[in-house]
């Protein structure tokens, strides 16, 4: 057990809805961290948050959203979605301080999405 | 941006064999880690190791970062091994490489 916590585990919705992932990072984790992984392909780094703010944005669609919330937990916000937004979407967590970026990363074990 | 390549793409192994799984990074990183998702998609932390060398039973990592590249052991490989190992480096956000699948044959 990593310490991160991730739910809901599976989803199944349509096209064109909109769903809400959460995330809850290990006890004294700052920075939270969003990745997607499409079937059978590699982790795409989607945004993250430390303490509260966005820090770095990678390949998120303007569909997507996420917010960290004052209690350090996250939520990742997707609409309109389209088949191929189908995928494991994980989120990570990590301890992180000021500028430092050594903070070693830890996963939940992923929600996985599936819109027919 | 900071390219990771990771070789072999796959590899098939009988259980007991030993091989070695290598990353190469194009520039200067904090922090590389190695991870192992298992069959059923969760991420392992296998190895923090941004230099250096470490052991964990039957798995060792070394870092060379002065010449970007880290390797990964396994050694005496079962069953329970097979899966997807991915290496990630660390600028300021990290980035993963393509990963190596392993399959381990009883």
């Known amino acids: 057990d990593s310490g991160v916590t991730q739910t809901p585990k599976h989803l199944i919705t349509a096209t064109g809805q909109r769903v809400t992932l959460r995330c809850s990072p290990r006890?004294?984790?700052?920075?939270v961290y969003w990745y997607q992984q499409s079937l059978d392909q590699g982790l795409q780094f989607l945004i993250q948050?430390?303490?509260?703010?966005?820090?770095a944005k990678g390949n998120i669609l303007e569909r997507f959203s996420a917010q960290q919330f004052p209690d350090l937990h996250s939520e990742l916000n997707l609409s309109s979605l389209e088949l191929g937004d189908s995928a494991l979407y994980f989120c990570?967590?990590?301890?992180?301080?000021?500028?430092?970026?050594?903070?070693?990363?830890?996963f939940g074990e992923g929600s996985r999405l599936t819109v027919l | 941006g900071i390219q990771v390549e990771q070789s072999p793409p796959d590899l098939i192994l009988q259980e007991g064999a030993n091989s070695t799984l290598r990353c190469n990074f194009s520039?200067?990183?904090?922090?590389l880690q190695w991870f192992h998702q298992n069959p059923w998609g969760q991420l392992i932390n296998l190895f923090y190791?941004?230099?250096g060398t470490k052991q964990n039973g039957r798995l060792s990592a070394t870092t060379v970062a002065t010449e970007r590249y880290s390797l990964l052991y396994i050694s005496s490989s079962q069953t329970t091994d097979s899966g997807v190992y991915f290496c990630?480096?660390?600028?300021?956000?990290?980035?993963f490489g393509t990963g190596t699948r392993l399959k381990v044959l009883a």
């Open positions: 990570a967590s990590s301890v992180d301080s000021g500028t430092s970026y050594t903070g070693e990363l830890f």
């Open positions: 990630a480096v660390r600028v300021y956000k990290y980035i």
């Open positions: 190791i941004p230099s």
């Open positions: 520039d200067s990183v904090n922090n």
């Open positions: 948050y430390y303490n509260g703010e966005e820090r």
């Open positions: 006890s004294g984790d700052l920075s």
